[in-house]
């Protein structure tokens, strides 16, 4: 059985160690957190504590196909990342550098048409309606600045 473990998988153009069980294997790619990697191995019928090195090609396949459509094997929509897309308007899960990208044009989108949002990501500012008082002083100097001849 030992010639039949891999090291290194690779899923969705990731390198997985093969001695993680499949739960946490599939939380190493950007995009799949440990809900939808427990959906997606539930609903192909995997032993979740299995290590992924052991799996074979043809499971590997199908993992990735699930993971470029969850909808297929019956994963609930509240579960993808991307429901009802800005500009398609369609429920999708995004990984990887797919996520990266959409994300970046998101924010870009937001600082173009000047939204609040758009604004705070552009000076830094917290965009979520948190206090500003106490935290968020990183960055240019906040407060009082010592002369230099005293000491």
Do not use: C
Request: glycine share 10%; charged share 35%; net charge positive.
């Amino acid at each position: 059985m030992e010639e039949d473990f891999k090291h290194l998988v690779r899923i969705a153009r990731k390198d997985i160690d093969g001695n993680k069980p499949l739960l946490n294997a599939l939380t190493t790619i950007k995009g799949i957190g440990e809900g939808l990697s427990k959906a997606i191995g539930i609903a192909m019928g995997f032993d979740l504590e299995q290590k992924i090195g052991y799996i074979s090609d043809e499971d590997i396949l199908k993992i990735e196909e699930a993971l470029k459509d969850p909808k297929k094997y019956d994963i609930p929509d509240w579960m993808l990342n991307r429901r009802n897309d800005y500009e398609t308007g369609v429920t999708v899960h995004l990984i990887e550098s797919d996520l990266a990208m959409t994300l970046r044009d998101d924010l870009n989108r937001m600082k173009k048409t000047r939204s609040y949002k758009g604004r705070r990501h552009e000076v830094g500012l917290p965009v979520r309606g948190q206090r500003t008082k106490s935290t968020f002083r990183k960055g240019s100097s906040v407060g009082v600045r010592r002369r230099k001849g005293r000491q």
